[in-house]
Every structure is written in C-alpha cells, then in structure tokens.
C-alpha cells in the first residue's frame, strides 16, 4: 500500500532529555493507524512532531512523499493534513451551523468575517449541513456549542476538521474524558470517516484501539517497542510488561 506519511530517524530532544529517539513510522494511506504507549512513553511529543507543533532535533518527515519537516501546521493542513485536539476546539458562543461555516470560510482563504451579515456567509451552509450530517448532529443544527454534552463537542470539532478536506486526519486521544456511550458513537464516527482517510491516532483507550485499528506502533521511552495487528502487539511480552510496570509506577 501506498505510504501517506512516513518519519525517519525522528528524534527530539529537551535540554539533553531525549523525549522521542530514532523513531521511524510509516503510515499506509486509507488505514487507521493508532500510537500507544504507556504514560511518559513519547507518545504526545511524537504526535506533535508528526503534525508539525514541534521541531524535531533530527530526523525527516514526508508526507505523500513531500518533505515537511521544516513546514508549519498551516502549511501541511493546505497540503490535506489537519490534527484535532484532546481539549475540544470550538467557539463555544456559536452554533454548531456556525462554528463549521467558520471552518469552511478559513479553508477557501477567505477571512473569519464574523461581523458580515447572515446573507454573505449562508453560501456556505449547504455543504456545513453535509459535514454536520457526516457527524451525526443534523437535529443539534442550531444549537450553541457550549450546550452540547461533551461527546457530541467532540463530533463537532471532527465536523470542523472535516470542513478542511483533509485527505489525512490526525486525532489526539479523541475518547479523552468521555462516557462509554460517547465513545461507541465517536468511534463509529471514526470509522466511518475513515472509510475514505487516513487516519493517525493516539489513544489510550485500548479497547477502541483493537475495535478501530489496521495497524498499531506502541512507544516505550521515547522509541518503538513494537508494530503490528493490534493481536500481535497485545501478545508481544515486551508490550504487555511496559504495560504492567506502567501500572506499578
């Protein structure tokens, strides 16, 4: 399969703390690749290098074969590569209609323009109403952000990310705090967004990572400590003890 995005050699350090070490990942296109770890296991410094948040110390990154190591977040999210957050990433004031119009505003170059009128910026809500269909929110259209229950948040900010046409979608711990019916109607969300995306995702939560995953790289200290069917790693002894001394920290 054809690779979306690919890190060589991927190392970060802090003041002489080596936080991600020669990591090298490789991402087939049209998966949904998940990265776990246990606690302080790199896991969030090499998500933000892969999205572009953080500089590697060494290393390369492609994407679709471009070299972006040196590039900004709004540069690879133009090329079709955009991140979510753990903590929802919303205008909370807004309505659901609202705060993905705002999203499909910035995606065409075009300025938030809050203060235009109702009139100029309706040409967008035909196609918003699509993304917040996709996500399962027709009936909360309407609705302000700041009321909605917190799963339901989380599918709007995937709306948003959604309205940039990414052809690849990076999720930072989408199940972060949520009940367990939320985290069986995002990750149905998930995998149905995934039925035409990439997706890189880090998650904890490792039950939806068994449910949701092709493939699985789990971190130990800053490196790889194995790759595979989420079968293969959760029967590797060397996962199952990084675990099981995590649990004992």
Known sequence: MTIALQAK??????????????????????????????NGAGKTTCFNLLT??????????????RDITRMKPSEIARLGMVRSFQISAIFPDLTVLQNVRVALQRARGESYDFWRSDRVLSKFDDQAREYIAEVGLSDLTDERAASLPYGRKRALEIATTLA??????????????????????????????????TVLMVEHNLSVVAELSDH???????????????????KAPEVIEAYIGASHD
């Not at 572009?52 to 074969?65: N, S, V």
């Not at 690849?168 to 990750?187: K, N, T, Y």
């Open 164 to 197: 940039l046409s990414p052809d690849m979608l990076l999720l930072d711990e989408p199940m972060a705090g949520m009940g367990r019916e939320d985290v069986e109607r995002i990750s149905q969300l998930i995998r149905r967004i995934a039925e035409n995306r």
């Open 216 to 234: 699985i790289t789990v971190l130990a200290r800053g490196e790889i400590l194995a790759e595979g069917t989420y079968e293969q790693i959760s």
């Open 52 to 65: 572009k948040f953080l500089q590697p110390t060494r290393g390369q990154i492609t994407y679709e074969g």
């Open 9 to 38: 050699g991927l190392t970060k350090e802090f003041k002489g703390f080596i936080a991600v070490n020669n990591v090298d990942l490789s991402v087939k296109k049209g998966t949904i690749h998940a990265l776990i770890g246990p």
